[in-house]
């Protein structure tokens, strides 16, 4: 893995073979440990599988995990996705909202490979799930069957062609609205984050996301340039909201270019999320 870059103390904004990465918890943790991380954030789409093996991973480490998830919701046509940081994992409430999730992303998948069919191209439920290690499936997993067939030659070509949004084999999935991600989060007295906000340009939505519990915003990212850190760290500021960063790491495969710990923020920051936690 390179390491020219310069890193930071903690990426919380990482993706395990639980949901769509490629990395597997346990070798997340080496990877991030051998780097010389002293945190990550475990931050998988609807669902929180991942954070047992990676805590278990980090008692053979320096290294401090920060159990996290990540829900997608959407807000007049756009994608707002949402970091939830130490919910409760026993909140009943959680386990039967993150199941609705995943059902719809199933749900999803057959309608995707329905539409696949009218293209004359026929992908098996069987070859999508070879691709999908954990209990959270996503068109990641479907864009691999694609490259192994060899219709695209990598996961941005098989958006591009076939299943991103305006393209033939594209279908919506069921989402939840940004507040109602929110205040998911927040029964399960969990930390809510706004994740990578000037990937749609939201800071519209961000003062009735404040008023819904929102209680941070991704202001370091690996899809936000030097004005996008400017105008979210001064939102921030100004809603008196925490400040967090990560990578938004998936692998090499999956995200290329997007180094773990390559974005991110200071140590302290976990604990900032830990203090919060105990409060909610």
């Known amino acids: 893995m390179?390491?020219?870059?310069?890193?930071?103390?903690?990426?919380?904004?990482?993706?395990?073979?639980?949901?769509?990465?490629?990395?597997?918890?346990t070798e997340l943790v080496q990877s991030a440990a051998k780097l010389g991380l002293k945190g990550i954030g475990i931050t998988d789409h609807d669902t929180i599988q991942g954070w047992e093996e990676a805590?278990?991973?980090?008692?053979?480490?320096?290294?401090?995990?920060?159990?996290?998830?990540?829900?997608?919701?959407?807000?007049?046509?756009?994608e707002v996705h949402i970091l939830g940081y130490e919910v409760d994992s026993s909140s009943n409430d959680l386990i039967e909202?993150?199941?609705?999730?995943?059902?719809?992303?199933?749900?999803?998948?057959?309608?995707?490979?329905?539409?696949?069919?009218?293209?004359?191209?026929?992908?098996?439920v069987e070859e999508v799930q070879q691709f999908a290690l954990g209990e959270s499936i996503g068109r990641p997993h479907i864009a691999q069957v694609l490259i192994e067939r060899g219709y695209v030659r990598?996961?941005?070509?098989?958006?591009?062609?076939?299943?991103?949004r305006g393209?033939?084999?594209?279908?919506?999935?069921?989402?939840?609205?940004?507040?109602?991600?929110?205040?998911?989060?927040?029964?399960?007295h969990g930390v809510a984050v706004l994740a990578h906000p000037g990937v749609n340009r939201l800071e519209d939505g961000?003062?009735?996301?404040?008023?819904?519990?929102?209680?941070?915003?991704?202001?370091?990212?690996?899809?936000?340039?030097?004005?996008?850190?400017k105008r979210y760290l001064e939102i921030a500021e100004e809603y008196h909201l925490l400040t967090t960063g990560g990578?938004?790491?998936?692998?090499?495969?999956?995200?290329?270019?997007?180094n773990l710990g390559g974005w991110g923020v200071s140590l302290d920051v976990i604990q900032q999320i830990l203090d919060l936690a105990k409060h909610n």
């Open 2 to 25: 390179d390491s020219t870059f310069d890193l930071y103390e903690a990426d919380l904004h990482c993706h395990t073979t639980a949901s769509d990465g490629l990395l597997s918890p």
């Open 55 to 78: 805590e278990e991973a980090s008692l053979n480490y320096q290294i401090r995990i920060l159990k996290g998830i990540e829900l997608n919701t959407n807000w007049e046509g756009k």
């Open 97 to 124: 909202n993150l199941k609705v999730l995943r059902n719809a992303r199933k749900e999803r998948m057959l309608e995707i490979l329905d539409r696949f069919k009218d293209l004359g191209i026929n992908i098996s």
């Open 154 to 164: 990598d996961i941005r070509e098989g958006f591009d062609r076939f299943i991103g």
């Open 167 to 188: 393209a033939p084999a594209y279908v919506s999935r069921y989402k939840l609205t940004p507040e109602e991600g929110i205040r998911l989060i927040r029964r399960a």
């Open 206 to 229: 961000i003062p009735r996301w404040v008023k819904a519990g929102l209680q941070g915003i991704e202001v370091l990212h690996s899809q936000h340039n030097q004005d996008d850190e």
């Open 247 to 258: 990578s938004d790491f998936h692998g090499e495969g999956r995200k290329p270019g997007v």
